[in-house]
């Protein structure tokens, strides 16, 4: 059984954290994910990325608590680091990430889908949050960054800081999950909603861009990213896909892109 397991199937990179029952993660399991995510970026014929939890209880329960207890302080740190370097990857992918959320999702494992660029939860799967604090520690994955960016300064903290979960309905309120699902199909509905990104449906390549032009414009003033935007602009503007757009535009007729 593999820590993480990964595979394409119909324009989709699925990538399944694989570590029962709570999915935590090692340093074995951060390489796997790390080539998952560099697999999935190179393969022209995947236009998504989904990350899920294997099983029904659990998407992720953050970083192997037992495995940190046993390693040095020197390790601990270089682990953390690693991390943010896969989760850099991840995040600057330019690809469409989306996280199904199907299972309780805590610490890292909160870090892992804040990485991603939507969430998507199973109603009445399970609760979210941020506990390191009840460690004595911090969020080392990007946790106190990426959450001030989607709840806001004044709710990060507080959620950071008493380290509480929450429901998905409650995260949803805060901006840290986009949509909730119904239980059952779940992770069907999550592939079919994330079909509507991939070629023909969309031009997956420009969907990309989209995700480039906001995530790093994001980092630096408006008038860098107004920069960065005309010279993405200019890329798909010379891409097959928008050729066939403002071809099928003016044919009246619907596109059928390629992700070129």
Excluded: W
């Amino acid at each position: 059984m593999a820590l993480i397991e990964y595979r394409a199937e119909n324009g989709i990179g699925i990538i399944e954290l694989n570590n029962p029952p709570a999915n935590a993660y090692t340093l074995d399991s951060l390489r796997l994910l790390d080539e998952a995510i560099v697999q999935a970026r190179f393969d022209t014929s995947i236009h998504v990325i989904v990350i899920r939890g294997a099983g029904e209880k659990f998407f992720c329960a953050g970083a192997d608590i037992n495995m940190l207890f046993r390693e040095s302080s020197e390790f601990r740190n270089q682990f953390a680091l690693f991390g943010h370097e896969t989760l850099l990857r991840l995040e600057n992918t330019p690809k469409l990430v989306i996280a199904a959320i199907n299972g309780h999702c805590a610490g890292g494992g909160l870090e892992i889908a804040m990485a991603c660029d939507m969430r998507i939860a199973k109603k009445n799967a399970g609760r979210m949050g941020l506990a390191e604090v009840n460690l004595g520690v911090i969020p080392g994955m990007g946790g106190t960054q990426r959450l001030a960016r989607l709840a806001g300064k004044s709710r990060a903290i507080e959620l950071a800081a008493t380290g509480r979960l929450i429901a998905f309905e409650e995260a949803q309120e805060y901006g840290l999950v986009e949509d909730i699902f119904e239980g059952g199909d779940f992770f069907a509905q999550v592939l079919d909603y994330s079909r509507q990104f991939v070629a023909p449906n969309k031009p997956s390549k420009a969907v990309g861009l989209i995700k480039r032009a906001i995530q790093t414009g994001l980092q630096g003033s408006q008038y860098e990213g107004l920069a960065f935007e005309r010279e993405l602009l200019a890329q798909a503007f010379a891409s097959e896909d928008a050729a066939e757009g403002l071809a099928a535009y003016k044919e009246k007729r619907v596109a059928k892109f390629q992700g070129k």
